[in-house]
Each structure stands twice: as structure tokens, then as C-alpha cells.
């Protein structure tokens, strides 16, 4: 395989990314006011060359969350599958919000529903319907599907709220105030004892 055009294509990808990214923070346009040719003049290269990799504007947008989702997913299992309680896989997924603060503040002003959380939220699902919803306190199985609907758009308010203040309060303390203020706290932050 060749390593050179590999690093090549990588690299004008993160210029795609970086270009699309730069145009929202910089113009504060929403994405369906880009255009293809704002983005290619700022990562100085030509439409087929973003036509190479991605199909158009929304292409960008829809595989950076993606990515995203799936880093944020993976920090979150990590710790699950090290044998963390819950709420310490919250607390990692908070750290990996602050560390990557300047995307989410850009992508929670630019956007009205959070594909990220949504799309961290599926990759979990299939782990946590495998849960006896007994062990939460639930009736149902049904009634754990409500809450987790309930749950992904509390906690994309909570996080939109937190990273518009630029993440003041920690991970941790972040936490603190979830516990505080959201039940059933004992099911479902500390699962896993």
C-alpha cells in the first residue's frame, strides 16, 4: 500500500475538515450556507479533489460527527470495560467533551439537535438493551427506552450548556450536579458496582 498517497489523502482531509470547520466559527454561517467552493478556496485545492472524499458540505459535517461519536463512545466503553461504575464513564466522557471544547461549542451553536450525543447514544444502546431493566428500577423494557430518549436530551441541554460556559465546572463537578439533581441516581450512576 502506498503510505505516501495514504498520508496525501489524510491530509487533505483534515484540510477539508479544518476549512469547513474555520468557515462556521469564522462567518458563524450555518452549513447549508457553505458552498463547496468557500471550502476547496480555503484548503487550497480543487473540487474534485473534494469531491474525492467527500459528496457535499453536509458529507463533511455528517463525518466529523460521526467520528466524533464514536471517540466520545469509545472513551465512555473504555472505562466501562475496565470495570468503572457508571457515572466514572460519564466523568471520562465529560473530559473528552472539555478536551475537544472548541468543536462542541462550535457544533452545539451551529447545530439545534446534537447528532453526536444521538449518534454515542446508538452505539451504547445495544449494550445497555441487554440490561434487565429490573436492575434500574423500571418496569419495563419500555420504560427504560423512554427514559434513555429522555436521558440523550437532557444530557445534550446539560452539555450544551456546559461547553456555551466554556466547561467552568469540572468533569467531576459536572457530575456532582447530575447526581444531585437527576433521578434514579442510584440505578443508573452507580451500575456496575
Not at 447549508?32 to 480543487?46: F, S
Not at 472505562?79 to 471544547?101: N, P, S, T, W
Request: charged share 30%.
Amino acid at each position: 500500500m502506498n503510505t505516501k498517497n495514504n498520508q496525501r489523502a489524510k491530509n487533505t482531509n483534515e484540510s477539508i475538515v479544518r476549512a469547513t470547520f474555520a468557515i462556521m466559527t469564522e462567518t458563524n454561517k450555518p452549513v447549508d450556507k457553505i458552498t463547496v467552493r468557500e471550502i476547496c478556496e480555503r484548503a487550497g485545492i480543487n473540487r474534485s479533489t473534494f469531491y474525492a472524499h467527500y459528496m457535499d458540505v453536509f458529507d463533511v459535517v455528517e463525518k466529523v460527527e460521526r467520528t466524533m461519536a464514536e471517540k466520545l463512545t469509545r472513551s465512555f466503553l473504555g472505562k466501562l470495560g475496565e470495570g468503572h461504575r457508571l457515572d466514572a464513564c460519564y466523568v471520562e466522557m465529560f473530559r473528552f467533551i472539555r478536551e475537544y471544547q472548541e468543536f462542541y461549542r462550535l457544533y452545539f451553536r451551529s447545530f439545534r439537535r446534537s447528532e453526536v450525543i444521538g449518534v454515542a447514544w446508538d452505539l451504547l444502546k445495544d449494550r445497555v438493551e441487554q440490561l434487565s431493566y429490573q436492575s434500574f428500577g423500571f418496569q419495563s423494557q419500555e420504560e427504560m427506552a423512554y427514559h434513555g430518549e429522555f436521558f440523550v436530551f437532557g444530557l445534550t441541554a446539560v452539555l450544551r450548556h456546559w461547553v456555551g460556559r466554556e466547561c467552568r465546572e469540572t468533569p467531576e463537578e459536572l457530575m456532582a450536579i447530575l447526581r444531585r439533581h437527576y433521578h434514579p441516581p442510584v440505578q443508573l450512576f452507580q451500575w456496575g458496582e
